[in-house]
């Protein structure tokens, strides 16, 4: 294919930081969580006790998925990190596939290539090479680090082939993702909706006990990896299944190219109204307007995960009146009702995880309209930075609370109807997500802080964001410090429901919040636009 | 008359490079004033600083008789402004755009706004990502000519229009002269000589000069061909001419604009039987300024207009 191998070369010098960040963290999150796995369940009673407990709780199971076998480390490490790894291979290769096609092709940086001596597919099959790579270099660098750790080989494949396999699959995701839509940003939200069902699927198949639609786990990429049941049999023709579907994504993909036209999507761009509605005539119209669609999604999706999270909490006390000795254990450490909470607090807490991906998006926003000036021609009008910050910055803070409430909302909603108190549980469960509000705005203060002092590292946000969700998913089980822990605004947050509520932390994040929104109005007021 | 804008040394860097380097500018109430230099010589810089995008390291600047930096709004409701790269939200119309950016200076002209839709041929029911950077320009345009605003500021604002628009551009120009000051940043030379009263050149940062167009034509020379009846004689040691080519009876020559006057009269002496007469053009007068930075002999029809 004429221009492949240029096209590759390109990408990789443009993505060489940003791929070795990719690889060099994943790689080494999943060594590190191996060898303290290795040191917090060294004995085989630990672990045995371990498998008892959380990999039959369903709360474990819909979050993390069936903890196969317990007596090796790489078992419970494939159970602990498995998902959620597999989870950012796949969202790093739709990535990299969307910002080497359908971005190139908003920009119209494509158009210049292509009008060089290159062939039709050859960007998109170069960016598939690019995702393609990155995705298995990250499984085998896996599984020649587990192998060295110690682990048995074929285990160590298997788990790093399955994560490479989830690359795989959401390469050719990103690849039919970017031919259907002409922005860029409506890609990635059409690959990231698939993986989000791809996450969803498995968590309801894995909870589903015996009797329930556990097939559900097979519609899944995330549930192949789960099934390649890796150091507890190592089923490697599991990934064949992703093969199969990266192939056939490919072709789509590949077909869809040749039949549209360059800068186009498959769904022409209808006309659109000759005069702007009445609301569309201030900053914050405006703005209403550029960030309407995400934070619709992102409640809607929210209440959803909710949802699905709150269908399980029931299951949990379940599982206790069906094991008398458990439940005698649990009643001396406070109750099955304090366990259900103990499970609900840590959904909330991971809800609150996706909540800030929303605010800094929502954030971010000023940042994508200064670089592709769009504020310019807005602040040559009377509208001062402060107005233009501030529609966007009142969405994020506001948005916080609406995709929290949406989320304690739908799970507070199942729950309760599966307890006979709809009331009371959506009462607690909103409550609960929006304790969290003042971490997340921590959050949304930290990104407006960076895009007002050093703009061209504003995206180091979502940076912060995976330190925080390092922090706090694997924070205990690393065993940081306590004050590298403290270092998350989450790690403050009381773990409610279940925990009393006091508002001295909540005040403090809310004023760090309120500090680091006024640095970021007075610096932007005061630097260059553009 | 007063000043609608005037800056004088200002000065803004990048880093190490020096994108302004003193320059001044200065346009009267009520002119179209060109500003006129190659790419990247600062005339983007200079309008950006002029609406308080960006905050000038050294020098004074004052439009419509505030502080572009300091009374940011006020200033902005009294003017509106095109952008060299006009960039449009993906998903909004451009009817929209318009809207939009008209309500948030305060309001449009309902009939100078389908007026300009019209002449310039416009579908305002489009979505930005479809739209040609031409149409791009055209939105920002007719969101700008149909404001009631006091100062357009326009950063080369048909570079991506074809002929036929630049023609509406400049018909819609002349229909507010007088009315609205402009400041028109170009590098097509014929819209500046058609539009502008006054003409600013820029180069590296700094103003090189400034005035009417006659006023600059007079540092520059009128390129004379004539046919006469007998061999010219007294032209050669004439102050002010150059390039004589004398081929038989006919002759060619450049003269000063200041010494046009003698050389005509030393034609006459010989009887004239044809005489064609090029006024300078701005390209010379641009030319002149720029030549240095040209590889030598490019300056001759280099540039057209």
Redesign the interface.
Known sequence: MTGLGSLVRLALRRDRLLLAVWVVGLVGITLSTASTVGELYGSPESRQQLGATAGSNPAFLAMLGPLHDASTTGGVLAWRWGVFGALLVGLMCMFLVTRHTRAEEETGRLELIGSAVVARHAPLAAAVVVALSASTVIGLLVALGLTGLGESASGSFALGLAFASVGWVFTGVGAVGAQLSESARTANSISGAVLGVAYLLRAVGDAAGDEGPTWLTWLSPLGWLEQTRAFAGDRFWVLLLPVALFAVLVVAASVLVAKRDLGGGLVPTRLGPARAPRSLGSAFGLAWRLQRGMLIGWTLSLFVLGAVYGSVARGVEQMLEANPALQKIIAQMGGAGAIVDVYLASIVGIIALFSAIYVVQSTLRLRTEETEFRAEPVLATPVSRFAWVGSHVLFATVGTAVVLAAAGLGAGLVHGVRVGDVGGQVARLVGAALTHVPAVWVVAGLALALFALVPKLASASWAVIVVFLVLGQLGPLLQLDQWAMDLSPFTHIPKVPGADVTAAPLLWLTLVAAALTALGFAAFRRRDVG | MTAAISVSGLVKTFGPTRALDGLDLAVREGEVHGFLGPNGSGKSTTI?VL?????ADAGSASLLGGDPWRD???L??R?A?V?G?????????G???????G????GLNEKRRAELLERFEL?????G??YSKGNRQKV?LVAALASDVELL?LDEPTSGLDPLMEAVFQEAVNELRGERTVLLSSHILAEVEALCDRVSIIRNGRTVETGTLADLRHLTRTSVSAELVGAPSGLAGLPGVHDLAVEGNRVRFEVDTDHLDTALRALVGSGVRALTSQPPTLEELFLRHYEDELPAGATEGAMSS
């Not at chain 2, 609406?51 to 905050?55: A, Y």
């Not at chain 2, 790269?85 to 119309?93: E, F, G, I």
């Open positions: 950006r609406l308080g995008l960006l905050r940011t709004a006020e902005h409701r003017l402004y952008p790269d006009v960039s449009l939200w993906p998903n909004l119309t009817g929209e755009v318009i809207d939009l950016l309500r948030l200076r305060g579908d305002p029911r489009k979505k990502r479809t920002a500021i």
